[in-house]
């Protein structure tokens, strides 16, 4: 009980201290708001729950620590709008810079909707076998003919996935930090979207193309897809202006990729000497 205890409080304290750079950047007081909170929660577990006073400084120190391996560690999100060129981005950062951990959120949700997943029985009980190949996995491209038009869908559906993808992505950064990986890039689509994410990345850097033409041009020639399909699948999404508004850092995406990857080394360059 108290290892589970000490675990799940220094998870939470780490956390926490992973939210001080966005919360001072925002001038925002969650972190110490949120840090009362704990401190209650842990002089009220300390007198109810434990009595020996060696085992109370052992989880007080667990705390404190886990906050300041937090603060430690910079996340940086990674989103921008569909077929902008994320893909690109994540693999020029894998070449150059090889001490920055990444966590990709998109493999992640495609990992937590397996068969022998929680997340793959919820959903085929939400919206029926009809979702499902004949192998018993999610059909993927049925599934997202169904929330594409149906904003409820959607919802259900997050909201079904949305936890276990956070589940996973505290665990891989966990992991990360273990190794001493003190730079971890979120490449999450959806970052803004989530509501939650933002507030452990920063800075936030968007990828956007500035030519709508070329945008439309590039997402019809991945997805296999027309003008209008192309265009009603960027309407679903966050207005990329909205996005840049959010993004401590732009990165235009419009170029060559040696321009490209120019821009990127720029940017990471500054982040990573921090």
């Not at 966005?22 to 110490?32: A, D, G, S, V, Y």
């Not at 999450?188 to 990828?207: D, H, M, Q």
Request: glycine share 6%.
């Amino acid at each position: 009980m108290d290892i589970v205890l000490s675990i799940g409080l220094s998870i939470i304290s780490f956390f926490c201290g992973l939210t001080t750079q966005r919360c001072k950047k925002n001038n925002t007081l969650l972190p110490i708001v949120i840090l009362c909170t704990l401190g209650y929660a842990q002089g009220y577990i300390f007198k109810h729950f434990i009595s020996d006073k060696k085992i109370t400084y052992i989880l007080s120190a667990c705390l404190l620590i886990s906050n300041i391996f937090g603060r430690n560690l910079q996340m940086i999100g990674l989103t921008g709008g569909i077929a902008s060129g994320k893909s690109t981005v994540i693999n020029i950062i894998k070449e150059n810079f090889k001490n920055i951990g990444i966590i990709d959120c998109d493999a992640i949700a495609k990992e937590v909707v397996n068969p022998d997943k929680r997340a793959y029985r919820a959903i085929v009980k939400t919206f029926g076998k009809e979702i499902l190949l004949p192998s018993g996995e999610i059909n993927r491209d049925k599934l997202g003919s169904l929330i594409f038009s149906d904003k409820n869908a959607r919802g259900k559906l997050n909201r079904i996935i949305q936890p276990y993808i956070f589940l996973e992505i505290i665990k891989r950064v966990l992991g990360f930090r273990i190794k001493g990986v003190n730079n971890v890039v979120l490449d999450a689509p959806l970052l803004f979207e989530s509501k939650i994410l933002a507030y452990f990345c920063c800075p936030i850097v968007t990828v956007y193309v500035k030519n709508n033409d070329l945008w439309l041009e590039r997402l019809c020639k991945r997805d296999s897809i027309n003008a209008q399909k192309a265009q009603e699948k960027i309407s679903c999404q966050m207005p990329i202006e909205q996005k840049i508004q959010k993004s401590d850092v732009v990165v235009e995406n419009s170029g060559t990729l040696s321009q490209l990857e120019a821009r990127l080394v720029t940017v990471f360059e500054k982040i990573n000497s921090k």
